[in-house]
């Protein structure tokens, strides 16, 4: 058996991965944490085999994390963000994880960590799987101005009308006009799921989900009834 813990400061993340590590025979869980000096304490104080880290996490990285360590277990950063890929490897990273994270993804890194833990071999760069047809960026025509916007930053959109506004992590909200519909094709829905007739959401900047809502930063956004089973199903993949 392999020991591990799972560091994230989502619940729904955290939720995730304890369900998929729930599934893996080899793998048993000692600990979930939502900061980075719950997971040193643990890790001070009882042999872990695996870590499973967020990267992005308030006052402490994942990165901090690992870099923190005097005695480094063997870990896998689970994480929304493609662009810390180089340095996830240069720190001798298992695998990295994009989220949204599908169970079959996360156990051939579980098994390659199987593999490198009981063989003693050394880890080595795996190419991060990501879809060709999704962009990182996309431009919007705002006033008189077309605006670059990172995909990754999107949170949240929410139809109004003719209109749509761009919720992102970065800058106040984007109006532009154009119709959800459209919107969506443009996107791609690797990582945004339609929840509503006037909602998509960003599945990575989900904070949690009670019934018939979702929690994004304190924006209760309602999930309807004909989008419901293709949410859980997403969130669940």
């Given at each position: 058996?392999?020991?591990?813990?799972?560091?994230?400061?989502?619940?729904?993340?955290?939720?995730l991965?304890?369900d998929?590590?729930?599934?893996i025979?080899?793998?048993?869980?000692v600990?979930?944490?939502?900061?980075?000096f719950?997971?040193?304490?643990?890790?001070?104080?009882?042999?872990?085999?695996?870590?499973?880290?967020?990267?992005?996490?308030?006052n402490?990285?994942?990165?901090?994390i690992?870099?923190?360590?005097e005695?480094?277990?063997?870990f896998?950063?689970?994480?929304?963000y493609?662009?810390?890929?180089?340095?996830?490897f240069?720190?001798?990273?298992?695998?990295?994880?994009?989220?949204?994270?599908?169970?079959?993804?996360?156990?051939k890194?579980?098994?390659?960590?199987?593999?490198?833990?009981?063989?003693?071999?050394?880890?080595?760069?795996?190419i991060?799987?990501?879809?060709?047809?999704?962009?990182?960026?996309?431009?919007?025509?705002?006033?008189?101005?077309?605006?670059?916007?990172?995909?990754?930053?999107i949170?949240?959109v929410?139809?109004?009308?003719?209109?749509?506004?761009?919720?992102?992590?970065?800058?106040?909200?984007?109006?532009?006009?154009?119709?959800?519909?459209?919107?969506?094709?443009?996107?791609?829905?690797?990582?945004?799921?339609?929840?509503?007739?006037?909602?998509?959401?960003?599945?990575?900047?989900?904070?949690?989900?009670?019934?018939?809502r979702?929690?994004?930063?304190e924006?209760?956004?309602?999930?309807?009834?004909?989008?419901?089973?293709?949410?859980?199903?997403?969130i669940?993949?």
């Amino acid at each position: 058996m392999i020991s591990c813990i799972i560091i994230d400061d989502e619940p729904l993340a955290l939720e995730l991965l304890e369900d998929f590590i729930s599934k893996i025979s080899f793998l048993n869980l000692v600990a979930t944490c939502s900061n980075g000096f719950e997971a040193t304490n643990i890790l001070h104080t009882q042999k872990i085999d695996l870590i499973f880290t967020d990267i992005e996490m308030p006052n402490f990285s994942g990165i901090d994390i690992i870099k923190s360590l005097e005695y480094k277990p063997h870990f896998i950063f689970t994480t929304a963000y493609s662009h810390y890929a180089v340095e996830g490897f240069n720190l001798n990273a298992i695998d990295y994880l994009v989220k949204p994270i599908p169970f079959h993804r996360f156990l051939k890194a579980a098994t390659r960590a199987l593999n490198i833990i009981t063989e003693k071999v050394e880890p080595t760069p795996t190419i991060i799987e990501k879809p060709s047809n999704e962009p990182e960026y996309i431009f919007v025509k705002s006033e008189y101005e077309n605006l670059k916007i990172n995909v990754n930053e999107i949170k949240y959109v929410e139809g109004l009308k003719d209109y749509i506004k761009i919720h992102t992590a970065n800058k106040k909200p984007i109006l532009t006009l154009n119709s959800l519909k459209n919107f969506e094709e443009k996107l791609g829905l690797s990582n945004f799921i339609r929840v509503h007739k006037s909602y998509i959401v960003s599945i990575s900047h989900i904070h949690s989900v009670q019934r018939n809502r979702i929690i994004i930063d304190e924006k209760w956004i309602p999930i309807g009834f004909s989008y419901k089973n293709d949410f859980i199903k997403k969130i669940n993949c």
